[in-house]
């Protein structure tokens, strides 16, 4: 386990979906649960991450290896809790994943975010990543999303 200044990181298990299902969607203030069906935890939580806090749930990451790309790892979803952002827990969390990834020798990250969460572009490439433009239809028609790949040297 992980120490963050008021946050402990530990891996995820199966168990941990209802709660995340339980605050994903105040968390951002829009419906996306569905983009987090359970079957996520179910079959890559031992890739993914859970920070707790004195206050419960504090943030959450879910990753996997890449079954089919041997050198690669995706970052699916991240959650931090409105009260928990801004004092680097994501940031804390996407190390932990990297770390994971190169010590399965991943020589690649990739991630998704809507073209409108400039927040969330912002923050990958302060994270190393680099943006693609925006693939229209990438999830099917009408839902445009924004591509992340970071390397490891």
Not at 58 to 82: C, K, Q, R
Not at 110 to 117: D, E, G, L, Q, S
Request: proline share 8%; glycine share 8%.
């Amino acid at each position: 386990m992980t120490q963050t200044t008021d946050h402990r990181l530990r891996t995820a298990t199966p168990a941990d979906y209802d709660a995340i299902a339980a605050v994903v969607d105040d968390w951002w203030g829009r419906p996306v649960l569905p983009a987090l069906p359970r079957l996520f935890l179910d079959h890559f939580h031992r890739t993914s991450l859970i920070a707790e806090g004195p206050a419960g749930m504090a943030g959450f990451l879910i990753g996997f290896l890449s079954p089919s790309v041997p050198d690669e790892a995706y970052i699916h979803f991240v959650g931090v809790s409105p009260d928990a952002r801004h004092g680097g827990l994501a940031r804390t969390m996407y190390e932990r994943f990297f770390e994971l990834a190169r010590r399965h020798d991943r020589q690649v990250v990739k991630a998704i975010t809507a073209p409108v969460n400039q927040t969330s572009i912002a923050f990958h490439r302060r994270m190393g990543f680099e943006a693609g433009e925006p693939i229209p239809d990438y999830n099917g028609p009408g839902t445009s999303l924004v591509t992340f790949v970071r390397h490891f040297a």
